[in-house]
């Protein structure tokens, strides 16, 4: 414990206070290529590095980048808002490219969740899985494809970035799962992959329409108001639309996730729930509708009706489950409806709200994996039928998983609150104040979701944790140790600090939606 | 004075922090912080009212507010809201809470989590405390949310109790159907007025409805949106489930959250955004109506019952619709007076029954009797308590209860006389149960199988403070002095209800009949109540099982619900997953089935055919 | 000097291609296969210097091309006949109707 608290504090005091600082001079490392590639090296680490050190060397590297991730969240300036520490590449200009990183205020807290998994994902896996090296080195490699994503400014770098999130994580599934594996993998892949191609033409059309060559997101973003016309850009945001829909795991485009994610091991729960799905809103935020203004205004109605059915429908589905995982996965489901919905407002009360969504739920999701994987470590089983009054047995469990179980019912206190209630907020203001008429209806629907979305998981934490004690194996019952809570802690403190005093962090995100919204011109 | 107000909310919440984190492993360490706390923000209460006490009447609204969350255009703040109204309910809060916490280190003293259960009751009585302070809707709506929680983690004190863990997510998820309302209510207003602030939207809705910007119409809807969440929080028909179930949590946490304080939040509510309620005489007769039944629906429930904590449940019941029936007919100060005078003596109704229920281990009351004479405090402290309820004068029942019954007689909500009718005959029949428990349970005949013993003076104390507050509280809005009503009430018109002594006497009266039937029945045995139930048998049956609104509710959640999951359920699996996508995964294998055909593997094959499409080509591009 | 005029050279390739391409698509035998495509490939080799000679005999293109391609033909044929071998000493045949393992 106090070997896994140095290798992760250190190198988190250096990421925080050393790196890019000052005192390295002008010639510093540039620092958001660095936080991209700190996984990469832990990637190479790992898989140079003898088996047992793997995991040493990956924890290493997450703590600075998480100390990283902290710094540039700090050094951020609300104020100024817009990219801010932009780095260019001017190499690739021929081709089109233009490997450029830079991050606002939408990404600099999701950088946060990023390392934050990242680091919790890795204390998660501790125990190593058969062939260490490899597992962690996937495991990095997906983070490295999420960081790049987020902080990639070229359409280009962002395409190919998220596919770095995809293939580690279908062999991650494939090898390290557990259950229908095979199946699993190949579903996700085949499912995100199709996402992807839809995502790709949809980047390509931009591309070519936009005439001057550019994958470039700023500039494409610039020319939408002038440039791309009111068929082109109905024609090709549903495309866009759908595309990050999958990977939001928008109803019907959802199949993939649960069985994914129950057959996923822990840690690559957490980083594909947690931080892949927030890419999809990412994306949208992004690129569709800075893009494609008008088709957004043509097609998000539509895409609303769907995210609400992601709230109950999700919901209902994971009333019905019996595998405490499917149960969580598809409470992931149903709260990136409302990650959806918030966009779905076009309007700044939603827009805070999905992007605070993003790393809230980006936080508690993986938190609910981490706490499921614990469960089934301990108790070998899965299945909630199979068990009972586990709080008994081990206390600290059962007061996370009710920590957990209230995070995600949404109560105050909790990230999760604050960003469905500023959800419900926009919706409302769009539905009735001139936005999206059809809001009117689907706002006091979608409200019924906190009764809905409360249930499944109470029912859960009754079944699990609650009566006498029941549970398939005999034998002493070990509560957490100190390593396996310290990763749930950190997400924890996260969801709590944006819960507790959201001002800051919604002023951030709010720097960069703003301007969005003022692209957007507001409801016509 | 004033600045340090929000200690109030802090202080138990920085309790609940430190017993949760620190000093779990010391029970005794944990109880004296927490109870140590309650006394601190006892005494600041205490100040905060003399210090009010010391302004003009006019003077006496303070707030703090910071901001907490803003986009651009509208912010919300945390902040405190000290006045007349919130000071009440403070006193209230703080007091019981700690009547309360003290009494539970005899109560619970033997149970090993005891830590755990202070560090819940810190939590609850903070977020009590934030609500009672809060300055704007969406900081109410937290405070609400946290004592929900609070109570689920309360009520399932005991989680090991199968039915304490179903009582505790019934109380959770029915709440939470309230909710939707007053979440609803909340971001309504909120985007409406671009702002959460109590004043400032009170502010808006009277000039807007002056100015015609909104309608009363649109007024009362938002009334009765936030009303949604009063009757869950509440326990008001038809969400009044919850509250009956919620008594397999520990005794003194029915005692202070579903008797005194968490429910009471409703009417508190209610009180607090009273100006958005009485734009509208909609709204107001929604509240009334809603209130008058709870009454007297909870009231014939509770004749029948055995469990003494289940009784004193839906006596909560019947009065908490006692209160709202006051505000909805306009009488603001009776609502919150008799608020304040139930706390005291449900609080020690409830304290009573905890006591007896620590002597005998039984929550029957058919295995209770006698108890009269080993439990003398308890005993006495509990007839005071049933007196106070029934409305005998001159305890402090019968002046609250006599403020609504003038309230409603001079309200103008359509019907009123109906609701005065219910209200009266709700009092005979409170009178009725309260002393069916009283007789069965302290006198007749002991059937205990165990001796009974009185309660340790930690247990005792309490319930004598508590008695003589009982007694005496009423005694604020004597007739003429009106102390109570003019200090909550700030409008500038002197409130409207007064003190009738026709009225005054006929309701004593009846709750004396309903006191002498009962010992008819209980205590001199006159009358069989076998052979009544026996004669109204089907009417009987129909109150014992609480007019089948638990069944009929399951009937609902398993038709409805449970039916609704199963499709999508099966949905999900069959069609969009076994239809859709392993139909499109089928439908490509079966493609590559059919073209698997024109791969013969002979080579010469492959050239005949590239042969072939270079020709096709050829000829493509020359003609 | 009588030249030889364009057209006959270019009968003569097209006949070369035609026998090699029968050879190709109807012998049963890897080599007869084999043989068939060299056939084909020097028959390109003779359009290639045909059209050099008529066209442009000061450009290099086509005769550095046929230069190319007799390397890759040489180059080609060394890697089939090791195919062909082992082939053979798989299915102990070197008939191609007989070697469909990529069947589908």
């Given at each position: 414990m106090i070997s896994i608290l140095t290798v992760s504090l250190v190198p988190l005091a250096l990421g925080l206070f050393l790196f890019h600082s000052e005192a390295l001079g002008p010639n510093a490392l540039p620092l958001l290529s660095t936080y991209m590639a700190l996984p990469l090296v832990a990637a190479l680490a790992s898989f140079w590095a003898p088996a047992r050190l793997a995991r040493w060397a990956t924890l290493f590297f997450a703590s600075a980048q998480l100390g990283l991730a902290l710094k540039i969240f700090c050094l951020y300036q609300t104020a100024l808002g817009g990219y801010q520490f932009t780095e260019q590449f001017p190499g690739l200009e021929g081709l089109g490219l233009h490997y450029a990183l830079g991050v606002d205020g939408l990404s600099a807290p999701l950088l946060i969740l990023v390392s934050a998994v990242y680091w919790a994902g890795v204390l998660a896996s501790w125990d190593s899985p058969a062939r260490p090296k490899e597992y962690f080195a996937f495991f990095s490699l997906m983070t490295a494809g999420a960081?790049?994503?987020?902080?990639?400014?070229?359409?280009?770098?962002?395409?190919?970035?998220?596919?770095?999130d995809i293939l580690p994580m279908f062999l991650l599934i494939g090898i390290w799962g557990s259950g229908r594996k095979q199946y699993a993998a190949t579903k996700f892949a085949l499912y995100l992959v199709g996402g992807s191609a839809l995502i790709l033409v949809g980047f390509l059309a931009l591309h070519f329409a936009s005439g001057i060559n550019s994958f470039d997101i700023r500039v494409l973003g610039d020319l939408a108001q002038t440039g791309f016309s009111p068929a082109f850009q109905n024609f090709w945001f549903p495309v866009l639309g759908v595309g990050f829909g999958v990977l939001l795991a928008l109803i019907p485009f959802h199949?993939?996730?649960?069985?994914?994610?129950?057959?996923?091991?822990?840690?690559?729960?957490?980083?594909?729930?947690?931080?892949?799905?927030?890419?999809?809103?990412?994306?949208?935020?992004?690129?569709?509708?800075?893009?494609?203004?008008?088709?957004?205004?043509?097609?998000?109605?539509?895409?609303?009706?769907?995210?609400?059915?992601?709230?109950?429908?999700?919901?209902?589905?994971?009333?019905?489950?019996?595998?405490?995982?499917?149960?969580?996965?598809?409470?992931?489901?149903?709260?990136?409806?409302?990650?959806?919905?918030g966009i779905c407002t076009l309007e700044a009360t939603g827009f805070s709200g999905a992007a605070l969504q993003m790393v809230s739920q980006g936080l508690l999701t993986a938190f609910a994996f981490g706490l499921v994987g614990l469960i089934e470590n301990r108790t070998g089983t899965r299945q909630w039928e199979q068990l009972g009054g586990l709080s008994a047995l081990a206390p600290v469990l059962g007061g996370l998983f009710m920590l957990n179980t209230m995070a995600n019912v949404g109560l105050p206190g909790f990230s999760s609150f604050v960003a469905e209630f500023m959800v419900f907020l926009g919706a409302f203001r769009s539905g009735f104040e001139g936005g999206f008429a059809i809001l009117k209806i689907l706002f006091p629907i979608a409200v019924t979701a906190i009764v809905i979305g409360a249930v499944y998981y109470l029912r859960l934490m009754q079944n699990v944790f609650f009566g006498p004690v029941r549970r398939p194996t005999e034998g002493p019952f070990v509560d957490l140790r100190s390593r396996e809570i310290l990763p749930l802690v950190l997400l924890l403190v996260l969801s709590l600090a944006i819960g507790l005093y959201p001002k800051p962090w919604a002023d951030m995100v709010n720097s960069s939606l703003v301007p969005l919204i003022d692209h957007l011109g507001g409801f016509k | 004075m004033i600045q340090y107000s929000w200690l109030i909310p802090a202080l138990p919440a920085l309790a609940f922090v430190l017993i949760a984190l620190l000093t779990k492993r010391s029970k005794g360490l944990s109880a004296s912080i927490s109870i140590g706390v309650m006394a601190v923000c006892l005494a600041l209460s205490v100040c905060l009212f003399l210090h009010l006490l010391a302004l003009d009447p006019a003077g006496r609204v303070f707030a703090m507010n910071w901001t907490w969350l803003s986009v651009p255009p509208w912010q919300a703040n945390m902040g405190v809201l000290i006045d007349p109204l919130s000071v009440n309910m403070l006193l209230v809060v703080t007091l019981v809470s700690l009547l309360v916490q003290v009494y539970s280190l005899g109560y619970l003293q033997d149970d090993e989590r005891l830590s755990t259960y202070y560090s819940y009751l810190s939590l609850f009585t903070a977020s009590m405390l934030l609500l009672v302070v809060s300055t704007n809707f969406l900081q109410i709506f937290v405070g609400w949310e946290l004592v929900g929680v609070s109570s689920y983690l309360l009520v399932g004190f005991w989680y090991f109790k199968p039915e304490a863990a179903e009582?505790?997510?019934?109380?959770?998820?029915?709440?939470?159907?309230?909710?939707?309302?007053?979440?609803?209510?909340?971001?309504?207003?909120?985007?409406?007025?671009?702002?959460?602030?109590?004043?400032?939207?009170?502010?808006?809705?009277?000039?807007?409805?002056?100015?015609?910007?909104?309608?009363?119409?649109?007024?009362?809807?938002?009334?009765?949106?936030?009303?949604?969440?009063?009757?869950?929080?509440?326990?008001?028909?038809?969400?009044?489930?919850?509250?009956?179930?919620?008594?397999?949590?520990?005794?003194?946490?029915?005692?202070?959250?579903?008797?005194?304080?968490?429910?009471?939040?409703?009417?508190?509510?209610?009180?607090?955004?009273?100006?958005?309620?009485?734009?509208?005489?909609?709204?107001?007769?929604?509240?009334?109506?809603?209130?008058?039944?709870?009454?007297?629906?909870?009231?014939?429930?509770?004749?029948?019952?055995?469990?003494?904590?289940?009784i004193l449940a839906y006596s909560t019941l019947s009065q908490l619709g006692y209160m709202m029936l006051a505000l909805g007919a306009g009488g603001y100060t009776a609502g919150m007076f008799h608020l304040t005078t139930h706390a005291c003596f449900k609080a020690l109704l409830f304290l009573g029954a905890g006591s007896v229920i620590h002597a005998v281990h039984s929550n029957d009351i058919w295995k209770m009797g006698a108890l009269m004479k080993p439990m003398r405090v308890t005993g006495v402290t509990f007839l005071i308590a049933a007196l106070a309820i029934s409305g005998v004068p001159p305890l402090a029942g019968f002046w609250s209860k006599d403020e609504i019954f003038a309230a409603v007689r001079d309200s103008s909500v359509p019907g009123h006389q109906w609701l005065l009718a219910a209200a009266v005959f709700t009092a005979f029949l409170t009178a009725f149960y309260m002393f069916r428990l009283f007789?069965?349970?302290?006198?007749?005949?002991?059937?205990?199988?165990?001796?009974?013993?009185?309660?340790?003076?930690?247990?005792?104390?309490?319930?004598?403070?508590?008695?003589?507050?009982?007694?005496?509280?009423?005694?604020?809005?004597w007739p003429g002095w009106d102390a109570f009503s003019r200090f909550v009430y700030e409008g500038p018109a002197p409130h409207p209800e007064s003190f009738d002594?026709?009225?005054?006497?006929?309701?004593?009266?009846?709750?004396?009949?309903?006191?002498?039937?009962?010992?008819?029945?209980?205590?001199?045995?006159?009358?069989?109540?076998?052979?009544?139930?026996?004669?109204?048998?089907?009417?009987?049956?129909?109150?014992?099982?609480?007019?089948?609104?638990?069944?009929?509710?399951?009937w609902l959640v398993r038709k409805f619900t449970w039916g609704l999951a199963s499709l999508f359920d099966w949905l999900d699996r069959q069609v969009i997953d076994g239809g859709l996508v392993d139909g499109l995964g089928r439908l490509t294998q079966d493609l590559g089935g059919l073209l698997r055909f024109t791969q013969t593997g002979s080579v010469q094959n492959y050239a005949l055919v590239i042969l072939a499409a270079v020709a096709v080509i050829y000829l493509c591009v020359s003609f | 000097m009588s030249t030889v005029p364009l057209a006959h050279f270019l009968y003569f390739a097209l006949a070369l291609f035609s026998i090699g391409l029968f050879g190709v698509l109807a012998r049963k035998n890897a080599i007869s296969v084999l043989l068939g495509v060299e056939m084909m490939l020097n028959a390109v080799n003779i359009n290639y210097l045909a059209f050099a000679k008529y066209w442009n005999w000061n450009s290099l293109t086509g005769p550095v091309f046929v230069i190319f391609i007799i390397a890759v033909g040489a180059a080609e044929v060394a890697v089939a006949l090791a195919i062909v071998i082992s082939v053979y000493r798989q299915f102990k045949s070197a008939n191609v109707d007989e070697v469909h393992a990529l069947k589908g």
């Open positions: 960081a790049g994503a987020f902080l990639s400014l070229d359409l280009f770098f962002f395409f190919l970035f998220y596919e770095l199949t993939w996730s649960p069985d994914a994610y129950a057959s996923a091991p822990t840690a690559a729960s957490m980083m594909n729930a947690g931080v892949l799905k927030t890419l999809g809103g990412y994306g949208l935020l992004r690129v569709a509708l800075p893009a494609l203004p008008d088709g957004a205004k043509h097609w998000l109605p539509l895409f609303a009706v769907l995210a609400v059915l992601n709230m109950l429908y999700a919901s209902l589905v994971a009333l019905r489950q019996k595998d405490i995982k499917y149960v969580v996965a598809y409470s992931s489901v149903a709260h990136c409806g409302y990650l959806v919905l | 009582a505790a997510k019934k109380a959770f998820v029915v709440n939470r159907i309230g909710d939707v309302g007053f979440l609803m209510g909340v971001a309504a207003i909120g985007m409406t007025f671009n702002n959460f602030d109590f004043t400032q939207v009170e502010a808006l809705v009277t000039q807007g409805v002056a100015h015609g910007t909104y309608t009363s119409g649109f007024v009362s809807i938002l009334a009765l949106l936030l009303f949604c969440g009063a009757v869950g929080k509440s326990a008001q028909f038809p969400l009044h489930v919850w509250l009956p179930d919620a008594m397999e949590g520990p005794t003194p946490v029915s005692a202070l959250i579903h008797a005194a304080t968490m429910v009471a939040a409703g009417v508190y509510m209610v009180a607090r955004t009273f100006p958005l309620f009485s734009a509208d005489l909609h709204a107001m007769t929604v509240v009334a109506y809603v209130g008058g039944f709870t009454a007297l629906f909870a009231a014939s429930i509770a004749l029948t019952q055995d469990d003494i904590k289940r007789f069965v349970v302290f006198l007749g005949e002991a059937r205990s199988p165990q001796a009974a013993h009185e309660s340790p003076k930690v247990m005792t104390v309490p319930l004598l403070i508590l008695a003589v507050l009982s007694i005496s509280a009423g005694w604020l809005n002594g026709v009225l005054a006497l006929f309701s004593s009266l009846v709750a004396l009949a309903g006191l002498t039937l009962s010992g008819l029945f209980y205590y001199w045995k006159v009358f069989s109540a076998q052979k009544a139930a026996d004669r109204f048998h089907p009417l009987y049956l129909l109150l014992k099982n609480k007019y089948y609104v638990d069944e009929f509710y399951g | -």
